[in-house]
Nanobody, 128 residues
Framework: QVRLEESGGGSVEAGGSLRLSCAAS?????LGWFRQAPGKEREVVAA???????QYVDSVKDRFTVSKDKSTDTLYLRMNNLRPEDSAMYYC?????????????????????????WGEGTEVTISS
């Protein structure tokens, strides 16, 4: 049984930074960060595969960084230069035993995007 618990959300002004955390318990292979703004569909933001490769959607490239502390099984999303359009509920998700790529995630689509496990989310609000 895998459990994911996000934290680190909050309210900051545009241009500010936040670091989200996702504590993972149980065996996982690849992990991803997703977000869903009010009235919009959930979208993938970034992915981290078990081999350490990372992928980002264009809107967050060069601003967001995904990483994992293997000693604590904690996934992070460092978000810099935040914009009002980054405001959303952020979720981490995991798959049990395979790699992921953004193209496949998008193709599989909502509700689960092919991910096996989901956290409850942490809210991020960016004011202009």
């Amino acid at each position: 049984q895998v459990r994911l618990e996000e934290s680190g959300g909050g309210s900051v002004e545009a241009g500010g930074s936040l670091r989200l955390s996702c504590a993972a318990s149980g065996a996982t292979s690849s992990l991803g960060w997703f977000r869903q703004a009010p009235g919009k569909e959930r979208e993938v933001v970034a992915a981290l595969n078990s081999d350490g490769t990372t992928q980002y959607v264009d809107s967050v490239k060069d601003r967001f960084t995904v990483s994992k502390d293997k000693s604590t099984d904690t996934l992070y999303l460092r978000m810099n230069n935040l914009r009002p359009e980054d405001s959303a509920m952020y979720y981490c998700a995991a798959v049990h035993s395979h790699s992921v790529n953004l193209g496949a995630i998008r193709a599989l689509g909502a509700p689960n995007f092919g991910m096996d496990y989901w956290g409850e989310g942490t809210e991020v609000t960016i004011s202009s």
